[in-house]
């Protein structure tokens, strides 16, 4: 059974891919360019953080567990909004989702194989910035080798926690053992190591600071990974399904904007719907303000690095809006071919109302992050302004690598991209801004020029791939 349920995985993903990339074959030559330039990007990238992190980490004590600590919170807030959004037994269809599967091999195949191949890709990228920053640090470049681990097992934890809730929410008693256990893992490490703030992931940073062996920190990182995982397969196997309330009925308005407007407000409709979504937004929300919360008190009394940190994750919870858009846009395309407006346009008002919702869930987010942990209004305003490079990546994303509700190696390939064409456009357009000031354009104008090119090029992708769309 285990074999058929992975085969089976493989081959929906497979038969779903091939039409598409041989309808568009510049769409395959865009994602192989892209997955081909993503590591080199990512070694230049390494090395630019390395240049500014590797001697910072030697002059300052809490640099070293600054930086483990906020791979291992945007680590937690991926692997909530992964676990979240994934869809389990929904993959196999109404057919066979009664058919006489065990929980565990459904959870196995259906669910981990696919994350555990992702955080595997993940892992290969993120190991091109760290290899350069652990290199310069006192460290050595070994040193790696336990944040990448540590980063895993942060991921984990994420994960149990969001399961684990989302199960004791529902009365499952293995959830709230999943959550227990995950705050005995903390609870650990803490009391063996002494750092209640690290954890167990306390030997990477002293490891990265040459205080600790490099096998020491892997065993207890590992050891944290592995225990997180079981964790998490405890929640997962043991959730309950899922409640649905009863029919409820709407008023239909007139909508004064017209039909353009229209479609702009059932694309929003359709995304706020979505009950994996909201999840996952509102898990890597809380773990962004409990995370914020955590580090502005106790790295020095410094809560800007709390809310840079905790901001972050809630950038990226964020940005599974408009990675979802065009797909979802997509499986309601049978209700609203039949509008006055033409596809591409319904398209591009479904990326826009993508980008609204989700720069006022990001706003809101940060919002609940600064109160934690207050910060200086320009690092509120600059991670606003991150947030126009990274939607427009996911909405670009989104539309080369649909979002299906019901694919995880979908919603994977998705995120995937989205990761490559932000880490491109950030450095890509950071580079032309620096050259455009230097030729004397100024500084404030080429930032904004910069910042307007991402969104156009994700609502222009999905207005073209929806034009191109067969109805």
Known sequence: MSSALASTVARCAVRRARPVLAANPLVALAATLLAAATAPLAVVAGRSLGATLGPAVAREDGIAAALVLGLALTAAAAGALTALAAPGTVVLGSQLRAAPIRPLESFLWLTFAPLALAAAAALAVAACVLVPVAAAAPGGAGTAAPLLLGGLAAGALGAAVAEGLLGAVRGSAAGAVALAGAAVVWAVGALALGDA???????????????????????????????????????????????????????????????????????AKQLSRRRELRRAVGATTVVAVAGAAVLARALGGAPEAGFVLGGTAALLGCAAVPVASYGVERDGAWLTDGSPVPSGRRASAAALAALALAFGLLALSLTGVWLVAPAPLQQFGALLGAGPVLFGAALAAGTLLPWRTDGA???????????????????????????????????????????????????????????????
């Open 197 to 267: 703030l690290t954890g167990p992931l306390g030997p990477a940073a002293e490891a990265l600071r040459g205080r600790s062996g490099v096998a020491a920190a892997m065993l207890w990182t590992g050891s944290a990974a592995v225990v997180a995982a079981g964790l998490w397969a405890l929640a997962a196997v043991h959730l309950p399904g899922e409640r649905h309330s009863g029919a409820r009925v709407r008023a239909v308005l007139p909508v004064v904007g017209g039909p353009y407007l229209a479609s702009a407000l059932v694309a």
């Open 409 to 471: 190696v979908d919603q994977l390939a998705a995120f995937a991209a989205l990761g490559a064409l932000a880490l491109l456009l950030w450095l890509g357009l950071g580079e032309l801004v620096l050259r455009a000031t230097s030729a004397g354009v100024p500084r404030l104008a080429a930032t904004g020029a910069a910042l307007a090119v991402p969104p156009l090029l994700g609502v222009g992708a999905g207005a073209l791939a929806a034009r191109r769309r067969r109805p």
